[in-house]
């Protein structure tokens, strides 16, 4: 029995020590989880979102740009200049890129998001899910998408076919799109409506182009030109047009000898040549 009981003491005195050494579970509970579930936002999702913000930039540029480029471009037709015109446009390049650039940076820092992006339900993190440094954000949106941009447009791209869905401008700034909402995702009837109007618009735009050439094109053929490139062959004949030229044709006795000339008024005209000649 002695024997017994200190079994039982012993095994007691192990349980107690185990208890001692592990967290209970109300201790495990209250230990923060720091995980960020991500989704990451689709190549055609962020393509909506950049038609839309396309859309705020070229209202935005006619608020704030066109008046500035109207008020250089009347300097420089003052100054009757053509350095001060070549200046004029290089000013209004950059006073566009720093329109464009101001949207994205300030949307982007204060809201995660620009219009487009928040209208598709989309917004713009760190690779571990939080918030973008503003120095991150200026590199994404300036050298970045540059570089995106400059390589044939390679770089946005690289949207579809990474698996964090990455441009390469995401990638250089350590970036990600994702949804607002893991579960809910994009806005599907924002994004649906986006590419039917963009779809509507090139088409009417290249439908307007196609009347314009075929409008040109009939007005060459009844000014009698023909077969392939009519188009191109009556603007050459036009700014080509034989009816005045150098040569002395004008003092051509053989110009003259027809029908409708008389004997008289060749010899007029032969007088005149002769005056004339003789003033050379």
């Known amino acids: 029995m002695v024997e017994e009981n200190k079994d039982v003491n012993t095994i007691k005195e192990q349980s107690v020590q185990r208890a001692q050494t592990q967290p209970s579970v109300a201790q495990t509970q209250q230990v923060p989880n720091?995980?960020?579930?991500?989704?990451?936002?689709?190549?055609?999702?962020?393509g909506a979102a950049h038609v839309i913000d396309g859309l705020v930039l070229a209202?935005?540029?006619?608020?704030i740009v066109?008046?500035?480029?109207?008020?250089?471009?009347?300097?420089?037709?003052?100054?009757?200049?053509?350095?001060?015109?070549?200046?004029?446009?290089?000013?209004?390049?950059?006073?566009?890129?720093a329109v464009s650039w101001a949207y994205y940076i300030f949307m982007t820092h204060k809201f995660q998001a620009t219009l487009g992006k928040m209208a598709v339900g989309a917004k713009v993190l760190d690779e571990n899910g939080q918030r973008l440094s503003l120095g991150k954000i200026v590199l994404r949106e300036t050298i970045g998408k540059f570089i995106s941009g400059i390589i044939m447009g390679i770089g946005y791209l690289m949207i579809a076919f990474t698996s964090k869905k990455q441009g390469l401008h995401d990638m250089i700034s350590g970036s990600v799109v994702v949804?607002?909402?893991a579960q809910k995702g994009a806005n599907t009837i924002v994004v649906a409506?986006?590419?039917?109007?963009?779809?509507?618009?090139?088409?009417?735009?290249?439908?307007?182009?196609f009347f314009l050439v075929f409008v040109i094109g009939v007005a060459a053929l009844e000014d009698g030109t023909s077969g392939s490139g009519s188009f191109?062959?009556?603007?050459?004949?036009?700014?080509?047009?034989?009816?005045?030229?150098?040569?002395?044709?004008?003092?051509?006795?053989?110009?003259?000898?027809?029908?409708?000339?008389?004997?008289?008024?060749?010899?007029?005209?032969k007088s005149t040549e002769d005056e004339v000649k003789g003033d050379y």
């Not at 209202?59 to 608020?63: A, G, L, N, T, V």
Request: proline fraction near 1%; hydrophobic fraction near 45%.
């Open 34 to 46: 720091n995980t960020v579930q991500l989704r990451y936002s689709g190549f055609w999702v962020r």
């Open 59 to 63: 209202i935005i540029s006619m608020i």
């Open 66 to 97: 066109m008046p500035l480029g109207f008020l250089i471009g009347f300097t420089s037709a003052m100054s009757e200049s053509k350095f001060m015109e070549f200046m004029g446009q290089v000013v209004m390049i950059i006073i566009g890129f």
């Open 179 to 181: 949804y607002k909402d």
């Open 193 to 209: 409506i986006v590419y039917v109007l963009y779809g509507l618009i090139m088409m009417a735009f290249m439908a307007v182009i």
């Open 232 to 269: 191109f062959d009556y603007v050459n004949s036009e700014m080509n047009d034989d009816t005045y030229t150098d040569d002395n044709s004008f003092f051509d006795d053989d110009y003259y000898m027809n029908d409708d000339f008389s004997s008289e008024d060749t010899g007029v005209l």
